[in-house]
C-alpha cells in the first residue's frame, strides 16, 4: 500500500521533516511494509519574506527613528482591555488616602452627585444633540444606552462615587467615568466603528460635562499611575518590535495561504504530478492547506478526466469544506456538487481545533464522504498539531480502507 502525505500551511523543512516522522510512524504501526511518500512543498511553492520584511512599520532601518508617543494610545488600549481600571484605581487611591474625610450622615457626598447624574442622563437623546449626531457618525449609538447601564451598575463605579467625598475627586470621577462609558462603548463594537482618536476624545468631553465634570485636560493622579503603565505596555519601540516579529514569524503560516488562493496552480501541478507517477493508486494524505490543495487537484482533474487514480482522500484538521461554502475553492464552483469521478473521502477534525471543518453537511448524501472527530483535549492553536500523536486518527485511517 502506498502513502502520500501532504503538509499544511506554514510548515519548512525542519518542521516537515518531524511530522513526516510521526505520520509514517502511525501509519506503518498499522500497515508495515507500506510505502510513505513525502510530499514537501513549502520550500518551492510556499511564501517568504522577500525584502526582509521591509513593508512592516518600524523595522524599516531607512525609515525616520523620531515618532513620538500618543499618550492617549497608551492609556486606551488599557480601557478598551478593562474599561473600568481607571474607576478601580481612584477608588483604591482615594480609599487608602491619609487625609481621606468622613462622609456626614444624610449628606450626599460628590461622587454619589455624579452617581445621580450618570443614572439620570436620558438614555433616548435628542436627534439634534451633539452628543447623539457624533455617536450616529461614529457607529456607536446603538450600544450607548448599554454603555451607560453598564458603568452605572458597576460595582467599580459604586466604589469610586462612594470614595469621591470632595468636589475635586468629583471632577476627577466625572472625567474618568466619561472614559468608562466610552471605552465600554468601543469595546463592544470593536472594528465595527470608525472613529478616530480626536472623535473618541470628544465624546468624552460631551459626557463628561453632563457629569460635572471639568474636562479632560486634567492630569488626575488615577491618569498618571495609569499612564506610565500604559507607556511602559505600549510604547512605539515596543508595539514596532511587536508587529516586527509577529510579521516574520507568521509570514509563511498566512502567507502560504495567501499565495495558494492567488497562486495555487503550481502546487496543483506538483500534487498531480507526484500522485500520478505512483505505480498504484495511493492514500492521499492532507493537512490543513495541504487538505485544500488535494480537494482543489483532485476535483479539477476528475472535471477534466479522467480522474487522478486515488484510493481514498484524507484530510485532517482541513478548511475545505468552510472554503467551498464562500464558494472559494479553486477545483469547485460555488455550491457545485463533487465530480463523478472524486474518490472516497474520510475528513478528520477536532472541536477544539478552530481551523478544522465538517465536510458531511457540506456535501449532504454524498456516501463517499465521511467526517470523523478525534479529541486531542488540547486548545487551540496546539489542537490543530496535535493530530499526529492520536492513535485513533491513524485507527480511522485503517478502517476506512478495511
Known amino acids: 500500500m502506498r502513502f502520500v502525505f501532504v503538509h499544511g500551511t506554514g510548515v519548512r523543512q525542519d518542521r516537515f521533516d518531524e511530522l513526516f516522522r510521526q505520520v509514517s510512524a502511525g501509519l506503518l504501526e498499522r500497515f508495515p511494509g507500506a510505502e510513505v511518500e513525502p510530499c514537501y512543498w513549502g520550500r518551492e511553492f510556499g511564501a517568504e519574506l522577500r525584502a526582509g520584511g521591509a513593508s512592516v512599520p518600524g523595522t524599516n532601518p531607512l525609515a525616520p527613528t523620531d515618532v513620538d508617543d500618543d499618550p492617549g494610545t497608551a492609556e486606551w488600549l488599557l480601557l478598551l482591555t478593562d474599561p473600568f481600571c481607571e474607576l478601580r484605581v481612584l477608588a483604591e487611591i482615594r480609599t487608602g488616602a491619609e487625609d481621606g474625610g468622613f462622609g456626614l450622615p444624610g449628606v450626599r457626598s460628590a461622587g454619589e ?18 452628543l447623539a449626531v457624533l455617536l450616529r457618525e461614529t457607529g456607536l449609538a446603538d450600544g450607548y444606552r448599554y454603555a451607560l447601564d453598564t458603568v452605572s451598575d458597576s460595582e467599580e463605579f459604586q466604589d469610586a462615587c462612594l470614595a469621591a467625598e470632595d468636589d475635586a475627586v468629583a471632577a476627577e470621577l466625572a472625567l474618568l467615568t466619561g472614559r468608562a462609558v466610552v471605552a465600554v462603548l468601543l469595546a463592544r463594537a470593536r472594528d465595527t466603528t470608525l472613529c478616530t482618536g480626536d472623535e473618541r476624545d470628544r465624546l ?4 463628561s460635562d453632563r457629569l460635572g465634570g471639568t474636562g479632560r485636560g486634567v492630569v488626575t493622579g488615577t491618569l498618571g499611575v495609569l499612564f506610565k503603565l500604559g507607556q511602559r505596555m505600549t510604547t512605539q519601540a515596543a508595539r514596532d518590535r511587536w508587529r516586527g516579529d509577529f510579521t516574520h514569524e507568521k509570514a509563511s503560516e498566512i502567507g502560504d495561504i495567501l499565495r495558494y488562493q492567488s497562486r495555487g496552480e503550481p502546487l496543483r501541478a506538483h500534487l498531480e504530478k507526484v500522485i500520478g507517477r505512483s505505480p498504484e493508486p495511493p492514500v492521499v494524505i492532507g493537512h490543513s492547506l495541504g487538505g485544500i490543495a ?17 484510493r481514498l482522500l484524507v484530510t485532517v484538521g482541513s478548511q475545505a469544506p468552510f472554503l467551498h461554502e464562500l464558494g472559494a475553492l479553486a477545483g469547485l464552483g460555488p455550491g457545485a456538487a463533487l465530480p463523478a469521478g472524486f474518490p472516497d473521502w474520510l475528513n478528520i477534525y477536532d472541536r477544539m481545533d478552530l481551523l478544522a471543518y465538517l465536510a458531511e ?21 496546539l489542537s490543530h498539531s496535535a493530530y499526529w500523536r492520536l492513535a485513533p486518527v491513524f485507527d480511522r485511517i485503517a478502517q476506512a480502507l478495511r
Open 113 to 130: 452627585t455624579v452617581g445621580g447624574l450618570l443614572r439620570g442622563l436620558p438614555r433616548d437623546l435628542d436627534p439634534g444633540d451633539e
Open 361 to 381: 453537511p457540506v456535501f449532504a448524501g454524498d456516501r463517499r464522504v465521511t467526517d470523523h472527530e478525534v479529541r486531542s483535549r488540547q486548545p487551540f492553536p
Open 204 to 207: 468624552v468631553d460631551l459626557l
Open 294 to 310: 488535494l480537494v482543489d487537484t483532485l476535483a479539477l482533474a476528475a472535471l477534466r478526466q479522467p480522474p487522478l487514480p486515488v
